[in-house]
């Protein structure tokens, strides 16, 4: 178990290290003369937050339902395929594969497809985001559901458990670690994925605005948008976060 020193010392240490890093990249700008355009200072991103936080707060909401409709939805058939792959052996054989190998195709070249099936809408953004997070869950899922000792399952079997007993019990919990380490993973670069199918095609959204700020040479609300958009994924990831602890909150005593 922690103690306080340490759990003090896992949150100071990144600010004291973050705070550093803003201070020397704002004395290099200021000292250098570098101009805004190029590279703005940290003041300069901050004011920028600041003045078009409205731009940003409506852009972030588009991007954030893309992410939590193509999350949810990625979830709900990650978690039917991995319980079918788990419980059928001969699918799992024969799929399996295919799944590891799908992790080499990037999802991206995937998005000019999906605006041709399905049009310029929210449907072919929030498809693109399930794709990025559908393999990794069911891979996680699956990983875990297969870690669960022959000793425990003696045991369940000793006590006359039935094989939903012995799911309900025994192996699902096991698998939720897998899990939620999974999901965090996913959560991670689903924000991304998001971001790249409005490349492709959106009318609103941080892509949509990070595109046009570059485009207009706004640096300054280019890196105010990467705050935003590393921010977006670091809120989702710390939710994820407190469900598990809400969930399991043996493994965090």
Request: net charge positive.
């Amino acid at each position: 178990m922690e103690g306080p020193g340490s759990r003090r010392s896992s949150w100071l240490a990144p600010l004291v290290a973050g705070g550093l890093i803003l201070g020397v990249w704002q004395l290099g700008v200021s000292l250098g003369d570098v101009p805004s355009s190029f590279l703005p200072s940290p003041w300069a991103v901050l004011s920028t937050l600041f003045e078009q936080r409205g731009l940003l707060w409506n852009n972030s909401l588009t991007t954030l339902l893309e992410t939590a409709l193509g999350v949810i939805l990625a979830v709900m058939a990650a978690l039917v395929w991995a319980l079918l792959l788990d419980r059928f052996v001969l699918l799992r054989r024969a799929l399996t594969p295919y799944l590891i190998a799908s992790q080499t195709v990037p999802i991206i070249v995937l998005a000019p497809l999906m605006l041709l099936w399905f049009g310029f809408g929210l449907l072919p953004k929030t498809l693109l985001v399930a794709l990025f997070a559908f393999f990794p869950i069911v891979l996680s899922t699956l990983s875990g559901l297969a870690q669960t000792s022959p000793e425990r399952h003696d045991l369940m079997r000793s006590l006359a458990a039935t094989p939903w007993q012995t799911f309900r019990f025994l192996r699902w919990p096991g698998a939720l670690p897998s899990f939620f380490a999974g999901l965090r993973i996913t959560l991670s670069y689903s924000v991304t994925g998001a971001i790249f199918a409005e490349y492709v095609g959106g009318f609103s959204g941080l892509g949509i605005l990070l595109q046009t700020a570059a485009n207009s040479r706004a640096t300054p609300l280019v890196f105010a948008t990467i705050v935003v958009i590393a921010l977006l994924s670091c809120a989702l990831v710390a939710c994820v976060t407190l469900l598990e602890r809400l969930l399991m909150p043996w493994r965090f005593q």
